[in-house]
T-cell receptor
């Protein structure tokens, strides 16, 4: 079984200040973890992924996330917010392939990031 | 870089009509998925498909829904008789057995009037 919890439904930051979007997960397996961004009326864009290599993962647009097994967390950070970062962010946990070969993917409820000029 | 594509990007239909949403997965992938996102809500799993069979489906995926791989490239989701509550963004995804990553398409926005 697996689940993912995004602790904040809305986060508001000023432009140029740091961003922290929180995500906690639970999984019976060694999970893979992902962050996706969704701009209004757009599809899902992969920001970054953790798949059991380095625990600090760098993604696109200056985002990074750190996998902390002891805290079961995978928080997303960015040192300096830009107006274009305003969007919804989804934390996703994926199981390893089942014996049937398919993965089980579970989405968090999303965090809407507002960037104030 | 290979990507998953979906058509149409936006579909408007009348309640009770049948719709078919189309997806072209990445060519060497073998596992295919559909997800749904009702406006303002989280992305929900509908169904996974492998070797011309459904591997797993959620409780949302009732008898009104069906999936098919009609040829070597397309993967379709059919809704037989659409309801207002079927209005949502539908995402297709595909994966290879050797990775834990699913690759998502851009989505089809379905509006049922």
């Amino acid at each position: 079984a697996q689940s993912v919890t995004q602790l904040d439904s809305h986060v508001s930051v000023s432009e140029g200040t740091p961003v922290l979007l929180r995500c906690n997960y639970s999984s019976s397996y060694s999970p893979s973890l992902f962050w996706y961004v969704q701009h209004p009326n757009k599809g899902l864009q992969l920001l970054l992924k953790y798949t059991s290599a380095a625990t600090l993962v760098k993604g696109i647009n200056g985002f990074e996330a750190e996998f902390k097994k002891s805290e079961t967390s995978f928080h997303l950070t960015k040192p300096s917010a830009h107006m274009s970062d305003a969007a919804e962010y989804f934390c996703v946990v994926s199981s390893p392939p089942h014996s049937g070969g398919y993965q089980k993917v579970t989405f968090g409820t999303g965090t809407k990031l507002q960037v104030i000029p | 870089e290979p990507e998953v594509t979906q058509t149409p990007s936006h579909q408007v239909t009348q309640m009770g009509q049948e719709v078919i949403l189309r997806c072209v997965p990445i060519s060497n992938h073998l596992y295919f998925y559909w997800y749904r996102q009702i406006l303002g809500q989280k992305v929900e799993f509908l169904v996974s498909f492998y070797n011309n069979e459904i591997s797993e489906k959620s409780e949302i995926f009732d008898d009104q829904f069906s999936v098919e791989r009609p040829d070597g490239s397309n993967f379709t989701l059919k809704i037989r008789s659409t309801k207002l509550e079927d209005s949502a963004m539908y995402f297709c995804a595909s994966s290879a057995r050797t990775t834990n990553e699913q690759f998502f398409g851009p989505g089809t926005r379905l509006t049922v009037l």
